[in-house]
């Protein structure tokens, strides 16, 4: 069989329904992670989830970088019959990258599987239905923020609090909206959100995440005093905090 005539059903078959497998996961993983935040108090889990988003970002480039490079060579199997032995070796190369990568995305997606096994929190009783309407919208808010489209995310998730303003999600609701709007560079919005998370009595981690962001934003506003007033109240309510940490750092270089 010709060279370029073996690259036209190897890659266009096999490979490229591997390459259909991997974007597959993709989608089921946004999922699984997204569900990572739903999970008994949240706090721990939120980190896992973030961790999963940044290596999923990561995976999503090399399968990019991976498929140009399979673009290529099918072109250079057209161009260049001769060159059959390199383009063979250079094809069975990429198919192990594609098995590695195939590899990588099924352990993330059992790591977010196996953190959405956790017992969701339930303060009261509440209907099925109704419960599951609130987990979609606030999965949907946060794949949004997740996929970097804050101004997306900042509407479903100011959706999401009107809608359900005593939801067990709330307040992890009202901390990535400030997030967006921090990423937005809408300052003031943000430091309005972190300042209504901090009344919400959240978690420690959460409130010292809170405060960072806000005396990051005043930095932003221009306003160093009270920046570093609301840094130094971190490190004092939150001593030994990761957020304290980077707090300090922040405060040194001012």
Known sequence: ??????????????????????LSLFAGLSGCAANDLL?????????RLEQIVLSQNSVKADLAALTGQLQEIKQQSTRQPAAETELLARFAELQEKVKIIANR???????????????????????????????????KAFGLFSANNYSGAAEAF????????????????????GDCYFSLGRYSEAIDSFSRVLEMNPLPKRAADALLKTGS???????????????????????GSEAAELAGKQLDKK
């Open 39 to 47: 999970v008994q108090r949240q706090s721990s889990l939120e980190g």
């Open 158 to 177: 100011s959706a999401f609090i009107a809608a359900y303003p005593e939801s067990e999600y709330t307040a992890n609701a009202r901390y990535w909206l």
């Open 105 to 139: 995305l099924i352990q993330l997606e059992s790591v977010s599987g196996q953190s959405a096994t956790i017992e969701l929190v339930n303060q009261e009783s509440t209907p099925a239905g109704h419960e599951e309407s609130v987990q979609a919208a606030y999965i």
């Open 217 to 239: 934003a005043w930095y932003h506003l221009d306003d160093p005093e009270k920046g570093s007033a609301v840094l130094r109240l971190l490190i004092e309510k939150y001593p």
């Open 1 to 22: 069989m010709a060279l370029h005539s073996f690259f036209n059903v190897a890659i266009e078959g096999e490979l490229l329904r591997r390459i259909a497998l991997i």
